[in-house]
Each structure stands twice: as structure tokens, then as C-alpha cells.
């Protein structure tokens, strides 16, 4: 397989009908950049790939152009890392893409099983990625939070982190809000003053209450008071 062979594959499992409604999804991205492959298929493909030693030249090329290469980029490196002693060296290639993400889609699918092996030193490099520069990094950042750091590895600063994320980026503020809103599903009382006494901004305080409020998890009664919430 040739670095072209790799462009190549996933032209030829192209859904036409999917790479219209995808790019729907993502009006941030020219459609001309996206081919269209379903998710299951590519991460079949990566598999392929990661056999061959035409991966090693994919992963340090840099840009992509097209967002399927960038989603196979993430695949691909959490196929070549997954052991607890390997962590520092798929950060250090994470760090190298992290600046190239270019959309929520790619970011959010990263999600690397990795991180559960050495959730302390993870929460380190999100305090430095939620400081970032790149839009999608932050957004990365906070999504790893959200991941794995709302249940047995929460902390109560962890909000205080997220709410100090400050960005006119909507995909940061839709990041922060969606954060806040599994905060109030799986940390309740944690979180509820940051709604009682609002410290958010008001367009985030109230997408986080509107996402909350259509969880299964959170009774009639708490979306009543939640609610009454809004500003």
C-alpha cells in the first residue's frame, strides 16, 4: 500500500447520500473536503492500514486535506497506541494533530481509550489544552472532561475549570454548555450553584439547563426547578 493507496480506499467506500447530509453537519467545512465515508467503515479501514508501513507516513503528514483522512489520523494512532507505558508517546503525536483539527466531527471522535490508563496525568495536559490557542483543541479538552472525568475522577474544580473557558467560538461555548449539562445529570449537587447564583454566560447557562432538562436521568421535579433557572 502507497501513501496515494490510502487516499484511494476511502474514495472507493464513498456514500454520496452521506457525504451530503455530513456536510450539512458541518458548515465550517468546504464540501469539496469531505468524501463521505461512514464512521464504521472508516475505523474498519484504519485497521487495514495500521498494518502497513505506508501508516507512519500518513500520520506524520500534515496537513490532510480531506476530513476523513483527519478522522483516519485519530484512528490510527489509537490503534497504534493502547498500552498504559505508551501514553506519553501518543500524547506527544496527539499534540502534533490537536492544532490541525479543523471541526467538531474529528474532535469529538477522537476519544482515546488510552486516557483511562493514567487519568491524573491526562487531567494535566487538559489544563494546558483548555489555555490553548485552537479552537478545537479547548473544545478537545473539554470533551475529554466530559469523557471521563464526571464520575469516580471527578473534582469540583474541574468546574471551576470549565466555567473559566472563555471564547467567542461557538463550538467552545456548545462544548462548555454540553459539559454543564452532563455535570448536572451525573454531579448534581456539585454543580447546581453555578446555576442558583449564574456564572456562566447567559447563552451558555441556559443551553446547558436546556440540554439537562432532556436527560432521562434527571426527574420531573429537578427539570421543573432547573427551569426556573433560566435567565
Request: aromatic share 14%; hydrophobic share 35%; net charge negative.
Given at each position: 500500500?502507497?501513501?496515494?493507496?490510502?487516499?484511494?480506499?476511502?474514495?472507493?467506500?464513498?456514500?454520496?447520500?452521506?457525504?451530503?447530509?455530513?456536510?450539512?453537519?458541518?458548515?465550517?467545512?468546504?464540501?469539496?473536503?469531505?468524501?463521505?465515508?461512514?464512521?464504521?467503515?472508516?475505523?474498519?479501514?484504519?485497521?487495514?492500514?495500521?498494518?502497513d508501513s505506508c501508516a507512519e507516513e500518513?500520520?506524520?503528514?500534515?496537513?490532510?486535506?480531506?476530513?476523513?483522512?483527519?478522522?483516519?489520523?485519530?484512528?490510527?494512532?489509537?490503534?497504534?497506541?493502547?498500552?498504559?507505558?505508551?501514553?506519553?508517546?501518543?500524547?506527544?503525536?496527539?499534540?502534533?494533530?490537536?492544532?490541525?483539527?479543523?471541526?467538531?466531527?474529528?474532535?469529538?471522535?477522537?476519544?482515546?481509550?488510552?486516557?483511562?490508563?493514567?487519568?491524573?496525568?491526562?487531567?494535566?495536559?487538559?489544563?494546558?489544552?483548555?489555555?490553548?490557542?485552537?479552537?478545537?483543541?479547548?473544545?478537545?479538552?473539554?470533551?475529554?472532561?466530559?469523557?471521563?472525568?464526571?464520575?469516580?475522577?471527578?473534582?469540583?474544580?474541574?468546574?471551576?475549570?470549565?466555567?473559566?473557558?472563555?471564547?467567542?467560538?461557538?463550538?467552545?461555548?456548545?462544548?462548555?454548555?454540553?459539559?454543564?449539562?452532563?455535570?448536572?445529570?451525573?454531579?448534581?449537587?456539585?454543580?447546581?450553584?453555578?446555576?442558583?447564583?449564574?456564572?456562566?454566560?447567559?447563552?451558555?447557562?441556559?443551553?446547558?439547563?436546556?440540554?439537562?432538562?432532556?436527560?432521562?436521568?434527571?426527574?420531573?421535579?429537578t427539570k421543573a426547578y432547573l427551569r426556573?433557572?433560566?435567565?
Amino acid at each position: 500500500m502507497t501513501r496515494e493507496d490510502i487516499t484511494r480506499g476511502l474514495f472507493e467506500l464513498q456514500d454520496n447520500d452521506y457525504r451530503t447530509f455530513h456536510a450539512r453537519l458541518m458548515p465550517e467545512i468546504d464540501p469539496e473536503r469531505i468524501i463521505g465515508v461512514r464512521t464504521p467503515q472508516l475505523r474498519a479501514f484504519a485497521k487495514q492500514v495500521i498494518k502497513d508501513s505506508c501508516a507512519e507516513e500518513f500520520l506524520q503528514e500534515l496537513p490532510h486535506y480531506y476530513y476523513e483522512e483527519n478522522n483516519l489520523h485519530g484512528a490510527l494512532l489509537n490503534l497504534r497506541y493502547k498500552k498504559e507505558s505508551e501514553l506519553e508517546d501518543f500524547l506527544k503525536e496527539l499534540e502534533c494533530f490537536l492544532p490541525y483539527v479543523d471541526n467538531w466531527a474529528t474532535c469529538d471522535m477522537l476519544s482515546p481509550k488510552l486516557f483511562k490508563k493514567n487519568l491524573p496525568l491526562v487531567y494535566e495536559r487538559v489544563k494546558h489544552w483548555l489555555n490553548s490557542e485552537h479552537t478545537y483543541t479547548i473544545r478537545f479538552g473539554i470533551v475529554t472532561l466530559l469523557g471521563y472525568y464526571l464520575e469516580d475522577a471527578f473534582e469540583s474544580g474541574m468546574l471551576k475549570l470549565v466555567c473559566g473557558v472563555k471564547s467567542e467560538e461557538y463550538y467552545v461555548r456548545m462544548a462548555v454548555a454540553w459539559y454543564f449539562s452532563m455535570a448536572l445529570v451525573k454531579q448534581y449537587e456539585e454543580t447546581i450553584p453555578y446555576f442558583e447564583q449564574p456564572v456562566l454566560e447567559t447563552w451558555t447557562h441556559n443551553k446547558a439547563i436546556q440540554k439537562a432538562i432532556e436527560s432521562r436521568r434527571i426527574d420531573e421535579g429537578t427539570k421543573a426547578y432547573l427551569r426556573s433557572l433560566k435567565i
